[in-house]
């Protein structure tokens, strides 16, 4: 377990889980709201190098982000209701396409992410720290 204590921390987290990221990957996140899943991409993303702005995707549903090592598909599964509207959304596409996937909200759907799926958790401690776990396995 991680903990960290700013949002430049979970930041780096998030940088230090993009390193050694190949073709394929699935980062499956977890955590209520404001616990950082977002700020973890943002992280991730730059560590791959692409100068894209990340948002969260919970009003699109996925972002596309390009430029950097591998592009990065960011999913937010919050708004889906069913299995089928993630379908509807292309993700098998996606998971077996050219870059990494990443889902906040994974948990909602931990059926359609494939075995070898890795799990992280971010978990809010105080106003500003977070648990992070899953990091340990990069």
């Given at each position: 377990m991680f903990i960290s204590d700013s949002p430049e921390g979970t930041t780096a987290a998030g940088a230090a889980c993009a390193r050694g990221s190949n073709k394929g990957?699935?980062?499956?996140?977890?955590?209520?709201?404001?616990?950082?899943?977002?700020?973890?991409?943002?992280?991730?993303v730059a560590e791959l190098r692409s100068n894209d702005q990340v948002t969260s995707p919970t009003f699109t549903l996925i972002h596309e982000y390009s430029g950097g090592r591998l592009p990065?598909?960011?999913?937010?599964?919050?708004?889906?209701?069913?299995?089928?509207?993630?379908?509807?959304?292309?993700?098998?596409?996606?998971?077996?396409?050219?870059?990494?996937?990443?889902?906040?909200?994974?948990?909602?759907?931990?059926?359609?992410?494939?075995?070898?799926?890795?799990?992280?958790?971010?978990?809010?401690?105080?106003?500003?720290a977070r648990a992070i776990r899953g990091l340990e396995h990069a």
């Amino acid at each position: 377990m991680f903990i960290s204590d700013s949002p430049e921390g979970t930041t780096a987290a998030g940088a230090a889980c993009a390193r050694g990221s190949n073709k394929g990957d699935v980062i499956a996140l977890t955590g209520d709201l404001g616990a950082g899943k977002t700020q973890f991409v943002k992280g991730f993303v730059a560590e791959l190098r692409s100068n894209d702005q990340v948002t969260s995707p919970t009003f699109t549903l996925i972002h596309e982000y390009s430029g950097g090592r591998l592009p990065v598909y960011h999913f937010d599964f919050y708004r889906l209701e069913s299995a089928d509207e993630v379908a509807r959304l292309g993700f098998d596409e996606y998971l077996f396409g050219d870059g990494v996937c990443i889902i906040e909200w994974a948990d909602r759907f931990p059926e359609l992410l494939p075995v070898g799926t890795r799990w992280i958790s971010l978990e809010v401690q105080t106003e500003s720290a977070r648990a992070i776990r899953g990091l340990e396995h990069a």
